[in-house]
T-cell receptor, first 111, second 114 residues
């Protein structure tokens, strides 16, 4: 089992809809969780950090963390074509004190 | 504040050669990590340096090595290049003094081995 798992997609949503991206992780001692956006040919860009259970909102983005169920999700409200990218989930794990990344979910927002 | 700077942006090398990649972290960041990204494997952790010391290491062969200088700039070296080393190499820095502060990535160096 991989430390961090994401559905690779592709996920397609119409413009204006809510895009929901999910990530599960294996280590119960995980401390910190991050979402990165990566446009094709570019490097990952940090969009959200979440450290405690519950929801964290930043503009159109909401990160949700449930440590008991070991999942973290990202909701993108009012999706725009410019949101089309690959979204990477990253978890800072107690094992080895390092970051582990999922393989990413490809999102396409259709105008 | 300037971001993480990686040079060069593109490299083409031949099998058996060696290559050195450079990374300048965000000012004040003392931790520098290196990742390899390929379409099939995603982001794979190579190593992390903090205050000139390797703090952590991933599961890569000894052909991959790195170092960090007193100004926190870091270099990564790959010797005896193989075709499978073709990838996007990403450097990331982080600060905050905490192990779990987020990574900030540079633009990457795209290495092609022929």
């Amino acid at each position: 089992q991989k430390e961090v798992e994401q559905n690779s997609g592709p996920l397609s949503v119409p413009e204006g809809a809510i895009a929901s991206l999910n990530c599960t992780y294996s280590d119960r001692v995980s401390q910190s969780f991050f979402w990165y956006r990566q446009y094709s040919g570019k490097s990952p860009e940090l969009i959200m950090s979440i450290y405690s259970n519950g929801d964290k909102e930043d503009g159109r983005f909401t990160a949700q963390l449930n440590k008991a169920s070991q999942y973290v999700s990202l909701l993108i409200r009012d999706s725009q074509p410019s949101d089309s990218a690959t979204y990477l989930c990253a978890v800072f794990l107690g094992i080895g004190n390092q970051f582990y990344f999922g393989t990413g979910t490809s999102l396409t927002v259709i105008p | 504040k300037a971001g993480v700077t990686q040079t060069p942006r593109y490299l083409i090398k031949t099998r058996g050669q060696q290559v050195t990649l450079s990374c300048s972290p965000i000012s004040g960041h003392r931790s520098v990590s290196w990742y390899q990204q390929t379409p099939g494997q995603g982001l794979q952790f190579l190593f992390e340096y903090f205050s000139e010391t390797q703090r952590n290491k991933g599961n890569f062969p000894g052909r991959f090595s790195g170092r960090q200088f007193s100004n926190s700039r870091s270099e990564m070296n790959v010797s005896t290049l193989e075709l499978g080393d073709s990838a996007l190499y990403l450097c990331a820095s982080r600060g905050g003094g905490q192990l779990n502060s987020p990574l900030h990535f540079g633009n990457g160096t795209r290495l092609t081995v022929t």
